[in-house]
């Protein structure tokens, strides 16, 4: 499987920031600046996760946006992406409608079966209507366990660390800001950037 190039993601030479944005241009940015600053580590973060990057920068700009990972693309339905009348096995491929097993007990079956376009129908609103209902949860989620990932590669030898780490996954972000204001301001940013930047204020 082709891995999708992420959204946006930040460089760190050293303790300090690079450059953010679009993957091919901070690729860039970090080839240049490895040329003059050799002796320092530079890393390169995916924002949605929080996790380092591993980049092949050999070469001209040229090779390095070539290698890099594509963006991910959706195409609109054609014609020839419909399905075929007639008889068909289970799911619907061409649609991304793909056939699994589920285990369900027999009064959920039952219930399935008298909703209106059958078990499948249901279950894909039903867990569209979960998605929509806990999409604030899960981006939460999200954000925080990218927090920590980037907290682990940049400040995992930072004083309070660990207290910070347990204020972080106990939702106290006045104790987490608390506890990470000492730490180099670049990481420190970037750090309640990724972990808040969802949230309102306050």
């Known amino acids: 499987m082709v ?29 240049k600046a490895s040329r003059s600053a050799a002796e320092k580590t530079i890393l390169i973060f995916n924002d949605a996760n929080g996790r380092a990057l591993d980049l092949d920068l050999r070469g001209s700009e040229r090779d390095i946006v ?43 079956w039952e219930w399935l079966g008298t909703q209106p376009g059958g078990a499948s129908v249901a279950l894909r609103k039903l867990v569209e209507a979960a998605r ?17 990932h980037f907290m682990s590669a940049m400040a995992g030898d930072l004083p309070n ?3 910070a780490s ?4 106990g939702d106290d972000r006045r104790q987490f800001v608390a506890l990470i ?19 309102a204020e306050g």
């Open 166 to 169: 347990r204020a972080l996954f």
């Open 181 to 199: 204001a000492g730490w180099p301001g670049d990481i420190r940013d970037h750090i309640v950037k990724l972990a808040f930047s969802d949230r």
């Open 66 to 108: 070539a290698r890099l990972p594509q963006p991910a693309s959706n195409p609109p339905l054609s014609a020839e992406d419909l399905p075929e009348p007639g008889p068909r096995g289970p799911g619907r491929p061409r649609l991304g409608v793909v056939a699994r097993e589920v285990t369900l007990l027999p009064r959920h």
């Open 161 to 163: 660390f660990e207290e």
């Open 3 to 31: 891995q999708a190039a992420p959204q946006c993601v930040t460089a760190f030479i050293g303790q300090q920031r690079l450059a953010s944005g679009p993957l091919a241009e901070v690729a860039l940015a970090v080839m």
């Open 132 to 148: 929509r209902s806990s999409g604030d949860l899960d981006r939460s989620r999200a954000a925080r366990d990218a927090a920590y």
